[in-house]
């Protein structure tokens, strides 16, 4: 006698067992039930295996899309901010502007924040030009609030 070997896919074994299970039985009717409940428990564990395994997948997929843009967004943001602030910070001149004492003239000084230089300017007259009371013009006479005043 020779011996073969003999490669049987799933299905084929499946359906082989089917038969085995179908002969054994003592009722063929009841052999017949078992195998098809059978069919239809494997059925819906291969569903169930196949939905976790989907699901493992995606998962594992949109946690990779998370790592990939958060370190590839900041790869990509970071120096583009870092541009930004030294433009910014270049540019950082402060004007500080005194109303000299008759309220018409008024002293422009310029700061600079990068290198901590106060230029100053020539007096000019102020966009909003009034000239003050004298003292002896307001003495009675209340305009509004001012801190300081009497």
Do not use: Y
């Not at 239809?40 to 995606?58: P, S, Y």
């Not at 270049?90 to 004492?101: D, E, I, K, R, Y």
């Amino acid at each position: 006698m020779g011996s073969s070997i003999v490669l049987l896919s799933d299905a084929a074994m499946r359906a082989s067992q089917q038969v085995k299970a179908a002969g054994n039985s003592s009722t063929p009717a009841l052999g017949s039930r078992l195998a098809v409940r059978r069919s239809v428990r494997l059925r819906r564990d291969e569903r169930q295996a196949k939905t976790a395994r989907v699901a493992i997948i995606l998962s594992l997929f949109i946690a990779f899309l998370g790592v990939a843009l958060l370190v590839g967004g900041r790869a990509l943001i970071d120096p583009l901010l870092e541009t930004a602030a030294q433009a910014r910070k270049a540019n950082q001149v402060g004007a500080v502007v005194f109303t000299m004492p008759d309220g018409a003239f008024c002293r422009h000084l310029s700061f600079n924040n990068a290198t901590a230089e106060v230029t100053e300017s020539a007096v000019s007259r102020c966009p909003e030009a009034r000239p003050r009371a004298n003292a002896r013009e307001r003495v009675g006479v209340k305009k509004g609030f001012a801190w300081g005043s009497d």
